[in-house]
């Protein structure tokens, strides 16, 4: 079903009173409210919404521009692109019912909004809504554990070094990101690569249950395997587009000590390392304690290769990485580590408040052509010696085979990956650099890198459609890249749960079932404003 450009919701009448009686049941009198009250008040949309969220909530969970809170709330994004988004106000619900509120009274005014739990998007708007509402998630921060240990409730706004933190003393960990700062919800929803991951596979595949905000009334729904099992389909690995979840339930796993090292390697050694990396990832089913993932940059005047390895267990040299250890390096920092230890030591490398892009595309595993890959990197990383600050940096990483098989369990996920067509190739490019005015030269450069791989790959038949979510850039269509059955089938969701297209149309931002966030102004056509005049 195609959800309107135009949703019902904004031609007043029926819905508009379904809305207000919605939120009557939570509490909320419209008709108290002086800025919904008066309908020819001059305000805006987003500053009916704003003065409405402050009338009932007060300074404490809404914050207004041109203050300390609001300038420390939108510094405390990842990427200088993401900070530099400014909207009419920032929401800090503490309860999933304030949540439910918000998502009403988005559609009472048609005021845009976004969500954050951790901000590590590299482009503006992902988690961010400008001259909108942005949800600041932060204080829905509830790690607790179920009687019997094997489930943890987590809240969104949390980080994943606080998850980890607080099951340590239990003996436990769950799967999530390998770095403290990244937040918990847009890494679950969208995929959520762990070092775990051999074993368990990503987050989206070890949730048992997801609490989350329906449009239809704001209802808060249980979604799992027995209930809503649509619902729960779709968010592992469908984003935003369904849904805000204020609650994800995952399965514990053992997590004591961890053997972890960063190996460097000089350009001469780089076919050796290439050979390492492809026979781990084809024979990852012989050690599943095994990750890894390789990254390949210009430093210091020289070409490296940093080869992050981790064993899950705290085995002084497993056989698993013989070969890689047999390469001679110019570092190594081998050493045991708790889960949020080490977390914490690859999260110190990295620092908000850069420029920054990502983008990623998945290939065939191939001994060759990862060995042109990384030939052709350095042939042209050149273009961006000049821009100041520039690091771009290529990794290389593996959906291995026991990865994609624990995608099948609980009724699958919406990635469209096929168990038999591993180990897949991830590549992924990021970069950092300074000023806004080489934002262009950079985003070119890593778009042509990726046209001319998948050229080659393609010359080769080594061409795979999927685009991982959490490394994806803004102008790729991550839903389409999960294959036309996917995509249809989480358009069939949408369309049950959000029959209006909120999440589609107040929501815009990040990657939405219509396109790639590049293409917003397109997908909306008319603005919300005009919408409404010409109905």
Known sequence: MAISLCPSFLTGGEETNQIEVSLAELGVDVTSIPLLNNRSSWANACEKACGALDYLYGSQKVIPKRTPAYQNATESYWSAQQQEVKPSCIFIPSIATEVSVLVLLVQLTTCTFAAKSGGHAAFAGA??????????????????????????????????????????????????????????????????????????????????????????????????????????????????????????????????????????????????????????????????????????????????????????????????????????????????????GYCSEI????????????????????????????????????????????????????????????????????LGLDPSSGPILMIHVLSKWDNASDDRSMHQFVDEFFRAIAIEAESRSLGNDFVYMNYASHSQDVISSYGADSKARLQDVASKYDPRGVYQTLQPGYFKLAGAPSQEKKRIGIGFSECVAHH
Not at 253 to 263: C, F, N
Not at 307 to 325: G, H, I, N, Q
């Open 127 to 340: 988690s961010s809504s400008q001259g909108g509402i942005t949800i600041l998630f932060r204080d829905l921060s509830e790690v607790s554990l179920s009687k019997d240990k094997s489930i943890v409730s987590i809240g969104p706004g949390n980080r994943w070094g606080q998850v980890y933190k607080a099951l340590e003393p239990h003996g436990l960990g769950v799967i999530g990101g390998r770095m403290s700062d990244i937040g918990v919800g847009g890494l679950t929803t969208g995929g959520g690569i762990s070092y775990y991951s051999n074993q368990y596979g990503w987050a989206l595949d070890n949730v048992k249950s997801f609490e989350v905000v329906s449009a239809i009334n704001g209802e808060i729904l249980t979604a799992s395997e027995t209930e809503h099992p649509d619902l729960y389909w779709a968010l592992r690995g469908g984003g935003n587009n369904v849904g805000l979840v204020t609650k994800f339930n995952l399965y514990t796993i053992p997590s004591s000590l961890l053997r972890g090292t960063t190996r460097v390697y000089c350009e001469d050694q780089f076919p050796h390392v290439l050979d390492a990396f492809t026979e781990l990832a084809r024979n990852a089913i012989l050690d599943k304690n095994a990750q890894q993932y390789v990254v390949f940059a210009h430093a210091g005047e020289m070409n490296i290769a940093s080869a992050e390895l981790t064993y899950t267990k705290d085995v002084a040299d497993p056989p698993v990485f013989r070969k890689y250890r047999s390469i001679p390096a110019i570092s190594d920092t081998t050493s045991t580590r708790t889960l949020a």
């Open 347 to 414: 999260g110190a490398q990295d620092r908000n408040g850069q420029r920054q892009v990502f983008w990623n595309r998945t290939f065939k595993l191939n001994d060759e052509f990862v060995h042109w890959v990384v030939q052709h990197f350095f042939s042209v990383v050149s273009r961006v010696a000049n821009v100041p600050g520039a690091l771009p940096m290529l990794v290389f990483q593996a959906i291995t085979e026991p990865t994609l098989e624990t995608m099948t369990k609980a009724g699958g996920n919406a």
